[in-house]
């Protein structure tokens, strides 16, 4: 029996339309502790060497606007006009606001997801160039392509949120390729959308 014919045989027996049994949305907790692939003290050394990175080497922007912002928080802008050194206090000041976990609201307030705490979140996943299927096979991903990965991450129940690229629309031009993309998650789906941009 040839391939084709094994593929074929596949198809008919799938009978399309067919509705797939799910479980209920709903978002699952995580109730054993939590894997610690570090020790404490290894964990506090990268927090300081990464203090010490940004206090003393400093991060290069692209965008003056940017650049400006860091300014009236008080870091200290290099002699380039573009690297920002941000010094320990601010960025201590800034992780002492983050709260421990937050609720995120689509337009549809029924798909709203909690991130933190001991929530369990799952997105599609993002970025992937290539797709395939069993009639055309492995391709490049088209914006048609990347609206059906929208709908099927729409239609179960076990996806909490879209993520921006299931697969690359390469057919559309990079520098425009994201506002499509979160057009068509906003069109397609009202779960909470996962958005990026190439671009300010």
């Keep these: 029996m040839t391939k084709v014919t094994k593929r074929s045989e596949r198809r008919s027996s799938n009978k399309r339309g067919k509705i797939l049994p799910q479980m209920p949305l709903h978002q699952p907790r995580y109730h054993f502790p939590t894997v610690e692939p570090l020790k404490n003290e290894d964990v506090l050394k990268i927090h300081e060497n990464a203090l010490r990175i940004l206090e003393e080497i400093g991060v290069k922007f692209q965008a ?27 960025v201590e000041h800034a992780l002492s606001k983050i709260k421990s976990q937050i609720e995120i609201t689509p337009r549809n307030v029924a798909r709203k997801v909690m991130i933190g705490g001991n929530h369990v979140t799952f997105a599609s996943v993002l970025g992937p160039p290539y797709c395939s299927d069993i009639d055309t096979g492995r391709r490049q991903g088209t914006l048609n392509d990347y609206c059906n990965f929208i709908r099927l991450g729409q239609y ?38 996962y958005v990026f941009c190439q671009s300010r």
Excluded at 69 to 84: H, N, P, Q
Excluded at 163 to 170: H, I, L, Q, T
């Design 156 to 193: 179960f129940n076990v996806i909490h949120m879209i993520s921006g690229a299931p697969v690359e629309p390469m057919d559309i031009p990079l520098e425009v390729r994201h506002l499509y993309s979160t057009l068509k998650v906003l069109e397609l789906s009202d779960k909470v959308p």
């Design 64 to 90: 003056e606007e940017a650049v400006s912002i860091f300014a009236k928080a008080g870091c200290i802008i290099g002699e380039d006009k573009m690297t920002v050194r941000i010094g320990q206090e601010i």
